[in-house]
């Protein structure tokens, strides 16, 4: 990201924002509401145009003309899961697999049972439908089905809202997991501060910029009210003890 500026009506949301994403870490990009965490993820979605400035992939700016190639490259993961209620999970999945590479559906179903496992559901999870998941299980579904496109950029957009800090553990494994297998760049919008452990950079939002990304251990030298008071909270200090 290069140089961003976005606009929103007459509000500046971001103002020459930069930030470099490296290939195959797991970057957490938090801020305080307002910040605009949701718009600098519609832009690298490519879902939205900044108003200023570019976002280069590979070395290369995307633009209109190549805009659908690298949308092909990336994977998803939404906040509601955004599964389609009328498929069953294996559906979800299958749909993703076959518009992208024009296969038949017992190749695609066999792909399909490949990316639900990778993510952490047994193989039934296939047949069942998004209103029979867990809050858990929705959320790993709906990483297989990100999956689905083999994405070398993985975006999750608070991966572990609303789950109970068990299944919050459990899915911030299977992230790493995932990482470490598959070489995947993984992008994460969240609020969970024990998400922060495994990143391998934090880049924070604040003042319409980007004003901190390095290591989660050097998150302390940030002179911020919002990191300050994120940190003082509980889990901010259980965080700082690594417990």
């Known amino acids: 990201m290069k140089d961003l500026t976005s606009i929103y009506k007459d509000r500046v949301i971001h103002e020459n924002l930069n930030l470099k994403v490296y290939k195959g870490e797991i970057l957490a990009i938090v801020g305080g509401s307002g910040t605009g965490k949701t718009t600098l993820l519609k832009e690298l979605i490519l879902l939205k145009v900044p108003k200023q400035g570019c976002i280069l992939f590979e070395g290369k700016k995307i633009d209109s003309s190549n805009i659908n190639h690298m949308r092909n490259k990336i994977g998803v993961m939404f906040q509601s899961a955004a599964l389609f209620n009328s498929l069953n999970v294996g559906e979800n999945i299958v749909y993703v697999i076959r518009k992208k590479h024009k296969i038949d559906y017992e190749l695609a179903r066999e ?95 604040a003042n319409k910029s980007i004003i901190f990304c390095d290591t989660p251990d050097k998150i302390t030298s940030v002179d911020n009210p919002w990191v300050k008071e994120l940190l003082s909270t509980t889990i901010g200090k259980r965080f700082l003890h690594g417990n």
């Open 111 to 205: 792909m399909a049972i490949v990316k639900i496992k990778l993510a952490g559901l047994g193989e039934s999870a296939y047949w069942l439908y998004p209103s029979e998941l867990s809050g858990g299980m929705k959320k790993k579904a709906a990483l297989a089905r990100a999956l689905a496109t083999d994405p070398k950029v993985l975006f999750l957009d608070e991966p572990t809202s609303g789950l109970d800090p068990i299944s919050a553990d459990e899915f911030d494994k299977t992230i790493k997991k995932l990482s470490k297998i598959l070489g995947i760049t993984v992008i994460m919008i969240t609020h969970n501060v024990p998400s922060f452990l495994i990143a391998d950079r934090i880049a924070i939002i």
